[in-house]
């Protein structure tokens, strides 16, 4: 086998290789099955494939064992017992070009992004927010536009929600009530995300999505893992992250068609997690991006359990399909495998809905697109062995390649530019500056002036007459004169 037919070989069904063609390549994909059926073999196949195509790819790497891409393979008993099976020699495995990132700087470089960038919809999904609460966000947000604020940080965020609420009697006619208990839900929830490491995700330097469609010498694509065992602790921030990444490169990029092979492939593993809790708004978002950002160039796959997982107009918009075994132990399951054989294009040798359930591990119905842009019919076949090391990069490995990077030291610093935190500090500070000023000027005018001899003086003086004349007849008299008449009494 040449090295050109191995470019974009996924699959092999019987005696026939089953491959990607790359200009279809940016009609998206899925690659489903139940826990234990080799969907991590076959997202790292496909990544492996798109990199020899010369194709960048970013994935998230769930579990941690997708580091042995930057090494050659062979390092499995399975894997060489496949590769024998397929007539591979050891001239078939290599290594891969590949970045590491992390939310948190930890196994990768930093990635970061602004409070502004994210917005306010997105981050109300971060923190869970309900509709109401929304709301107050979104006047949050606009308060600081309007008034040249800068959200870079969740300081920014905190402090402009303090200024906002502060405020809330001003801003209600331009801009609605904002409720102390919705701010209140707002600042706990980004104390929570604080804690869950949100802060160092927000910031300076921004990520440049240019970094993630680079080429390495040769012509391969870029591979750009994400450590994402981490961030799964906290699933809405990595669902949510995700999504922002991937507007982000609709709203970028320019429009292209339907390109001789995608500028970007980007894997997104659980994907159930996208639409889990999601407002219908924000899934017809997500379908619509979906749907229109194949023309910028961006080939979108899906990896997840159940094709149910994902809402009907989005599974109708993948090409490639590579659907593993799934295990029918309940009434959701029969219901996934049915799902599954549905969105194939049937074939007369095969019964779809049955071969779902006796899938081996590593073994895969596989459908992919023409030229045409047609779904071939369903196919049983074995997903070719990866090319690169299944056993994960030891702590030192990784620090080499990191270190090795074009990016190395670039991310690592953080930016702390003045923007709404600063700001707002500095006013507050002069303004309690010039209150306690004039406080001292108020004091000091009035240790200076002289004492009055007005109305109070004159009382006064009547006063201390009125208690020396109450202690003869005389004066008891007048007192009682002066009383009666004050209250309208009197004898008659």
């Known amino acids: 086998m040449s090295e050109r037919d191995l470019t974009w070989w996924l699959a ?5 290789d089953i491959d990607l063609l790359p200009g279809v390549a940016n009609r998206h994909g899925l690659i489903a099955g139940a826990t234990g059926t080799g969907k991590t073999v076959s997202l790292r196949v496909l990544a492996e494939a798109f990199s020899d195509g010369g194709v960048p790819v970013f994935l998230a790497d769930i579990k941690g064992d997708l580091t042995g891409l930057a090494e050659p393979g062979g390092d499995h008993p399975k894997v060489r017992e496949r590769a024998g099976q397929f007539g591979l020699d050891d001239d078939f495995y290599r290594s891969y070009p590949v970045t590491f990132w992390d939310l948190f700087g930890e196994a990768g470089h930093p990635v970061r992004t602004t409070v502004s960038e994210m917005g306010p919809q997105l981050f109300a999904r971060i923190l869970g927010l309900n509709d109401t609460q929304e709301g107050v966000l979104n006047v949050i947000f606009k308060v600081a536009d309007d008034q040249g604020l800068l959200l870079l940080d969740l300081k920014d965020l905190r402090a402009m929600a303090v200024f906002v609420a502060d405020q809330a009697a001003q801003l209600r ?11 209140g ?16 995700f927000f910031g300076e330097p921004a990520l440049d999505l240019d970094d993630l469609m680079q080429t390495a010498d040769g012509g391969r694509g870029m591979i750009n893992i994400l450590a994402a065992d981490k961030l799964m602790r906290s699933p809405r921030l990595y669902a949510t992250f995700l999504l922002w990444l991937l507007a982000e490169l609709f709203e970028r990029l320019p429009e292209v068609g339907d390109p001789p092979k995608p500028k970007l492939v980007f894997c997104f593993d659980e994907a159930h997690l996208l639409f889990d809790d999601a407002p219908k708004a924000l899934v017809d978002q997500i ?6 950002i194949r023309s910028k160039g961006v080939g979108v796959y899906f990896i997840t359990q159940n094709p149910v997982d994902l809402p009907d107009t989005v599974l109708g918009q993948l090409g490639l399909k590579v659907q593993h075994a799934l295990r029918a132990f309940t009434p959701r399951d029969q219901k996934a495998g049915r799902t599954a054989a549905q969105t194939f294009r049937s074939s007369p040798q095969l019964d779809v809905e049955t071969a779902i359930m006796e899938l081996g591990v590593g073994e895969a119905l596989v459908s992919v697109l023409d030229k045409k ?11 070719r062995p990866p090319r690169s090391r299944l056993q994960p990069l030891s702590d030192t490995e990784r620090a080499r390649v990191m270190l090795s990077s074009l990016l190395a030291g670039h991310y690592e610093k953080s930016v702390d530019r003045e923007s709404a935190h600063e700001i707002l500090q500095t006013r507050t500070a002069q303004a309690q500056q010039q209150a306690a000023q004039l406080q001292q000027q108020k004091a000091a005018e009035k240790a200076a002036r002289p004492a009055p001899r007005g109305r109070e003086d004159v009382l006064e003086a009547a006063a201390k007459s009125a208690a020396r004349a109450i202690g003869s007849s005389v004066g008891r008299q007048i007192i009682r004169g002066v009383l009666g008449a004050m209250f309208g009494g009197g004898r008659r």
């Open 173 to 183: 006619t331009e801009y609605g009530n904002v409720s102390a208990a919705s701010v």
């Open 373 to 383: 842009g047609v779904p071939s019919m369903v196919e049983r076949a074995w997903v």
């Open 185 to 200: 839900a707002i600042q706990r929830g980004l104390l929570v995300l604080e804690e869950q490491g949100g802060d160092r």
């Open 12 to 16: 092999r069904a019987g005696e026939n």
């Open 287 to 292: 379908e619509q991006v979906v749907r229109l």
